[in-house]
């Protein structure tokens, strides 16, 4: 089991700039989530994706933010023209089948440091 | 829509001393419950779930929580506190299901006492 991947674990970019975060779930894992965490907050989900399909975006995905998951296994999260605001860990997840209570498992994420 | 509340930002317990973080949620159907531990710049780690099976749930590490419906609550315990326990500490609901992914509350960061 070699568990929820995220590449890469830090990033510093400058204000304006596009940047992009890679996960790879557990294998056969068809549901993947992004969340988002800022200091001293819990997780935030963002949205997630059932195989290839987006079935749900949070109001805090502004239009800057878009993921895809292409073949239903690894998944991109974008952020374009980043601001100060998006500075944050964010975090990705993924779980076996869409059973209520199922567990979801956490890459150890992905902290975004906007300049 | 579904809420969680931890009591405490901050708790601070004697190594050997009992652990109590508390969570209380709010939910609209019959909730499944998660605590979640989270150590300094990493992922957050299961320690225990509540899925309407036993009230009383054992995780890892030593920690247990009791499901109390007429409290709506789901508090954290551990009979005996180590040094390697200190972290960030966070309750969640899952109300549409777990695969629709869970509200956390803003987490209790446990400080261990020597």
């Known amino acids: 089991d070699t568990g929820v991947s995220q590449d890469p674990r830090h990033k510093i970019t400058k204000r304006g700039q596009n940047v992009t975060f890679r996960c790879d779930p557990i294998s056969e894992h068809n549901r993947l989530y992004w969340y988002r965490q800022t200091l001293g907050q819990g997780p935030e989900f963002l949205t997630y994706?059932?195989?290839?399909?987006?079935?749900?975006k949070s109001r805090l995905l502004s239009d800057r933010f878009s993921a895809e998951r292409p073949k239903g296994s690894f998944s991109t999260l974008e952020i374009q023209r980043t601001e100060q605001g998006d500075s944050a860990m964010y975090l990705c997840?993924?779980?076996?089948?869409?059973?209520?209570?199922?567990?979801?498992?956490f890459g150890e994420g992905s902290w975004l440091t906007v300049v | 829509a579904q809420s969680v509340t931890q009591l405490g930002s901050h708790v601070s317990v004697s190594e050997g001393a009992l652990v109590l973080l508390r969570c209380n949620y709010s939910s609209s159907v019959p909730p499944y419950l998660f605590w979640y531990v989270q150590y300094p710049n990493q992922g957050l780690q299961l320690l225990l779930k509540y899925t309407s099976a036993a009230t009383l749930v054992k995780g890892i590490n030593g920690f247990e929580a009791e499901f109390k419906k007429s409290e709506t609550s789901f508090h954290l315990t551990k009979p005996s506190a180590h040094m390697s326990d200190a972290a960030e500490y966070f309750c969640?609901?899952?109300?549409?299901?777990?695969?629709?992914?869970?509200?956390f509350g803003k987490g209790t960061h446990l400080i261990i006492q020597p």
């Open positions: 994706f059932q195989n290839e399909a987006q079935l749900e």
């Open positions: 997840a993924s779980s076996l089948g869409s059973q209520r209570g199922n567990t979801i498992y």
């Open positions: 969640a609901v899952s109300e549409r299901g777990g695969a629709d992914g869970l509200t």
